[in-house]
T-cell receptor
Framework: GAGVSQSPRYKVAKRGQDVALRCDPISGHVSLFWYQQALGQGPEFLTYFQNEAQLDKSGLPSDRFFAERPEGSVSTLKIQRTQQEDSAVYLC??????????????FGPGTRLTVL | AQKITQTQPGMFVQEKEAVTLDCTYDTSDQSYGLFWYKQPSSGEMIFLIYQGSYDEQNATEGRYSLNFQKARKSANLVISASQLGDSAMYFCAMREGMAGGSYIPTFGRGTSLIVHP
């Protein structure tokens, strides 16, 4: 059984470029989260999907960030007009249930984004 | 106020010894879950252990155990018989009940563990 996969693993972008980060969750997992992890910090919540519905996007730092999960499986995090402060590791996590207290998240390896 | 506090930025332990990584949390909910994750240099967050607020016994998973002290709001991770492969960042996280908060897990800043031979 494959785990959560993310692509690309590394992305270098010039300031102002648009980037798209992909997450393939574990098959059948209902919940999907995106996190941003700055160097030396813990993951910070960005957005949450339950199947194809984006139930919470309160963590997205600006309107340059956009996420989708159109068919309830693969998700894409898009960052428009990247800025240097967007440089971070972007983690995707999926879980089988409805994000209840006991619902364990399984993380992908992350995409390290560097904006020059 | 920080919901999850990990006060040890770095810890060193000798191979085969036990080590305790501290985690304190802050919540007004009665129902919550506590998680520990390991993040090696490869970057992937690996789930280690879970403790529910209503669980009467401390959680254990192989060499990992959670020293849960509810009154003190602490959930320390104990790793027994440390191995060189245990060297990594360790994150404590909490998910609060729907009544008092959100389903969004909150992570601490992590503790870097180095196991030396």
């Amino acid at each position: 059984g494959a785990g959560v996969s993310q692509s690309p693993r590394y992305k270098v972008a010039k300031r102002g470029q648009d980037v798209a980060l992909r997450c393939d969750p574990i098959s059948g997992h209902v919940s999907l989260f995106w996190y941003q992890q700055a160097l030396g910090q813990g993951p910070e919540f960005l957005t949450y999907f339950q199947n194809e519905a984006q139930l919470d996007k309160s963590g997205l730092p600006s309107d340059r960030f956009f996420a989708e999960r159109p068919e309830g499986s693969v998700s894409t995090l898009k960052i428009q007009r990247t800025q240097q402060e967007d440089s971070a590791v972007y983690l995707c996590a999926s879980s089988p249930g409805l994000a209840g207290i006991t619902d364990t998240q399984y993380f992908g390896p992350g995409t390290r984004l560097t904006v020059l | 106020a920080q919901k999850i506090t990990q006060t040890q930025p770095g810890m060193f332990v000798q191979e085969k010894e036990a080590v305790t990584l501290d985690c304190t949390y802050d919540t007004s909910d009665q129902s919550y879950g506590l998680f520990w994750y390991k993040q090696p240099s490869s970057g992937e967050m690996i789930f280690l252990i879970y403790q529910g607020s209503y669980d009467e016994q401390n959680a254990t998973e192989g060499r990992y155990s959670l020293n849960f002290q509810k009154a003190r709001k602490s959930a320390n991770l104990v790793i027994s018989a440390s191995q060189l492969g245990d060297s990594a960042m360790y994150f404590c996280a909490m998910r609060e009940g729907m009544a008092g908060g959100s389903y969004i897990p909150t992570f601490g800043r992590g503790t870097s563990l180095i196991v030396h031979p």
